[in-house]
C-alpha cells in the first residue's frame, strides 16, 4: 500500500479548492473497509491507537538520560467545526498523558503580545520523548491575522520564511512535525454550526464570531492555501486530509501519524546497568 | 453500594501496616465481578472512563468565560513499581488531552531549589476547568525527603502542617483533590523489579538506585503512615488503594474519581448568545 504521507501531501502544485472535502483518498479497498465503514474505522483507529502508544513509549524511554532528542508534534489546523478536538481524542485513545503535551493557541494573551509571534510557540514545544499535540498554532499568524489585516501585509508576509526556518531549525534539532489541516466544505461547516445551535449539549462550542469568520471564508481558503503551498518543506510537509467524513479523517490521521513513528522506529535503550549484577543483589537482599 | 471514598478513605486511627495490599475493598458482590476479574475490571474500567470524559467534558465547558474555577487533581504517591503510570493510561483512556495537564515530579531541579517546596507544585496546578493528573507531589518531600534526611527533622516536620494550608487554600479556590496512595507489598514490589530485569522492554523503568529506596521500605512505610494521617483533611481526605491487584487498583481509582465528579456535578453553561437569532442568522447567510 503507498504511503498515505505521499498521497496528502501539500506539493507546490496543490489546489486547496480541487480537494474534495467528503474524498477518502488512500482507503484499503472495499473488501478491508466491508459496508459499515464507521465501524471499521472505529476498529481500526483503535487499534492504531494501541500501535501508537507503543511507539510512544519506546520514544519516551529512549529520552530517558538525554540519550535521544527525537519527539514528535502533531499540528492540526482547520476552519471552525473542522474537527481538531474530536480527531485529538480519538487518535491519542491509548497514549499516556504522561508522555504527552496537549496546546491549544488562542488569540495572544498581552505578555505573549510584546514577544514575536514564534514566542509562545517555541516554549509549547514537546521535550525530547514526548509526542505535542497543537491545537491552531504558528500559522494563525498568516491565517486570522492575515485575514482581518490585525498586521500589515508587510508583516505577515514574511512569515512564510520566518515559520520555514523555524521549523527546519526544530526538525534539525530532533523535531519531527505531523502537519495536517483538516479540510471540511462550507456546508458541512453550516450542518455543524446548526448542530452546536441544536443542541444544548453543544452550545458551549458556538460562539456568535463563528458567523463572522464564515463570512470570511473565500479569504480563509486563500490564506490556507498560501500557507500550505508556501510551508510545506522537505523538513516539515503539509498534509491535507477531507475531514466532512468524521471516520476517514480519524483513520488519515492516526495514519499518518503511524507512518512517522515507523520511520522514526524509536527504540527501548539498552541497560546502563548489569542486569544480572542487579538481579542477584535483588535476589540476596529479600 | 457505599461510597468507595469513604471505605478507602484514611482517618486518625487509620493503620498502613495493617491494610492488605492485596485486598479489595469495596469491591462489588460476586455476581457482578464474575469469574474473570480482570475481565470485568477491563470493561467496567472502560465504561467508567467514558463516563469520566463525560465529566470532564462538562467540566471544562462550564469554565469557559471564567464561569467557574472548578477542576480536579488526582495526586498519586507510591513506592516504586506501586503503578502510578498504568493506573493514569487507564483512567484517563476515553479524557480528552485537551482537558488535562499531567505533571510527573521527579527530583526539584536548581531552580526549583531556590524556592519554597510548594512551589513548583502551585506553577504545576489545574487551570480552571481542567483535570491534572500529579505523578508523585508535594508529599515528596516528606517522604524521599524525610527518609534520606535531604533536610533536618525542623524543617521537614513543619511541612504537614504547610501542605494541610497549602491544600486548604487550594480547595477553596475551586480545586478538588483525589488523593491516593497506591499501596504495595514487599513481596509484589520484588516481582515487578525482577520483571523490569527480566524483560528487556522493562529494562529502562529500572533504576539501580530503586535497590537502595527499597532497602529503606520500612522507613518509607512509617513516613507514608505519618503523611497519610497527618494530612487526611476534610478540604483533602488521602485514599490507601491495595495496589498488588492491577485490576482492582484501576477499578478503585476510577470509581474515586467517578464519585467525585458526581458530587460537582459539572454543568454544561447556559448559552450567552440568543440561539434562535443566531440560527436565523447562519441560514440567511447561507
Redesign the interface.
Same mark, same amino acid.
Given at each position: 500500500m503507498p504511503d498515505l504521507r505521499d498521497i496528502l501531501r501539500v506539493r507546490p502544485d496543490t489546489r486547496l479548492a480541487e480537494i474534495d472535502p467528503r474524498g477518502t483518498p488512500g482507503l484499503p479497498g472495499g473488501k478491508t473497509v466491508g459496508k459499515d465503514p464507521k465501524r471499521w474505522s472505529k476498529t481500526e483507529v483503535a487499534a492504531i491507537s494501541q500501535e501508537l502508544a507503543g511507539y510512544q513509549e519506546r520514544m519516551f524511554?529512549?529520552a530517558?538520560e538525554g540519550a535521544t532528542d527525537k519527539r514528535v508534534l502533531l499540528l492540526l489546523q482547520a476552519m471552525d467545526c473542522g474537527g481538531k478536538?474530536g480527531t485529538? &481524542?480519538n487518535v491519542?485513545?491509548?497514549? !499516556?498523558?504522561?508522555g504527552?503535551t496537549?496546546v !491549544?493557541f488562542g488569540p495572544p494573551s498581552e505578555e505573549e503580545r510584546r514577544h514575536d509571534f514564534l514566542w509562545r510557540v517555541r516554549r509549547a514545544l514537546p521535550a525530547p520523548g514526548y509526542v505535542g499535540?497543537f #491545537?491552531r498554532s504558528q500559522y494563525e499568524d498568516v491565517l486570522i491575522v492575515r485575514v482581518h489585516d490585525l498586521v500589515g501585509e508587510d508583516v505577515w508576509s514574511q512569515r512564510y520564511d520566518a515559520i520555514n526556518e523555524f521549523e527546519a531549525e526544530q526538525a534539525a534539532g530532533g523535531l519531527t512535525m505531523v502537519k495536517v489541516m483538516l479540510h471540511i466544505s462550507k456546508g458541512e461547516q453550516?450542518q455543524r454550526?446548526?448542530d452546536r445551535?441544536?443542541d444544548?449539549?453543544k #452550545?458551549?462550542?458556538?460562539n /456568535?464570531g463563528d458567523?463572522t469568520e &464564515?463570512?470570511r471564508w473565500d479569504d480563509y481558503q486563500q490564506a490556507y492555501q498560501d500557507a500550505l503551498t508556501r510551508c510545506s518543506t522537505a523538513a516539515a510537509p503539509w498534509h491535507v486530509v477531507p475531514a466532512d467524513r468524521k471516520w476517514y479523517r480519524n483513520w488519515a490521521v492516526a495514519t499518518l501519524l503511524r507512518e512517522t513513528f515507523a520511520d522514526l522506529d524509536p527504540r527501548? /535503550?539498552?541497560?546502563d546497568?548489569d542486569?544480572d549484577a542487579? &538481579?542477584a543483589?535483588?535476589l540476596a537482599?529479600g
Amino acid at each position: 500500500m503507498p504511503d498515505l504521507r505521499d498521497i496528502l501531501r501539500v506539493r507546490p502544485d496543490t489546489r486547496l479548492a480541487e480537494i474534495d472535502p467528503r474524498g477518502t483518498p488512500g482507503l484499503p479497498g472495499g473488501k478491508t473497509v466491508g459496508k459499515d465503514p464507521k465501524r471499521w474505522s472505529k476498529t481500526e483507529v483503535a487499534a492504531i491507537s494501541q500501535e501508537l502508544a507503543g511507539y510512544q513509549e519506546r520514544m519516551f524511554a529512549s529520552a530517558k538520560e538525554g540519550a535521544t532528542d527525537k519527539r514528535v508534534l502533531l499540528l492540526l489546523q482547520a476552519m471552525d467545526c473542522g474537527g481538531k478536538d474530536g480527531t485529538v &481524542r480519538n487518535v491519542t485513545q491509548g497514549m !499516556s498523558p504522561a508522555g504527552m503535551t496537549a496546546v !491549544s493557541f488562542g488569540p495572544p494573551s498581552e505578555e505573549e503580545r510584546r514577544h514575536d509571534f514564534l514566542w509562545r510557540v517555541r516554549r509549547a514545544l514537546p521535550a525530547p520523548g514526548y509526542v505535542g499535540i497543537f #491545537n491552531r498554532s504558528q500559522y494563525e499568524d498568516v491565517l486570522i491575522v492575515r485575514v482581518h489585516d490585525l498586521v500589515g501585509e508587510d508583516v505577515w508576509s514574511q512569515r512564510y520564511d520566518a515559520i520555514n526556518e523555524f521549523e527546519a531549525e526544530q526538525a534539525a534539532g530532533g523535531l519531527t512535525m505531523v502537519k495536517v489541516m483538516l479540510h471540511i466544505s462550507k456546508g458541512e461547516q453550516k450542518q455543524r454550526l446548526l448542530d452546536r445551535l441544536d443542541d444544548p449539549a453543544k #452550545n458551549w462550542k458556538y460562539n /456568535p464570531g463563528d458567523l463572522t469568520e &464564515r463570512a470570511r471564508w473565500d479569504d480563509y481558503q486563500q490564506a490556507y492555501q498560501d500557507a500550505l503551498t508556501r510551508c510545506s518543506t522537505a523538513a516539515a510537509p503539509w498534509h491535507v486530509v477531507p475531514a466532512d467524513r468524521k471516520w476517514y479523517r480519524n483513520w488519515a490521521v492516526a495514519t499518518l501519524l503511524r507512518e512517522t513513528f515507523a520511520d522514526l522506529d524509536p527504540r527501548y /535503550p539498552a541497560p546502563d546497568f548489569d542486569v544480572d549484577a542487579e &538481579r542477584a543483589k535483588l535476589l540476596a537482599a529479600g
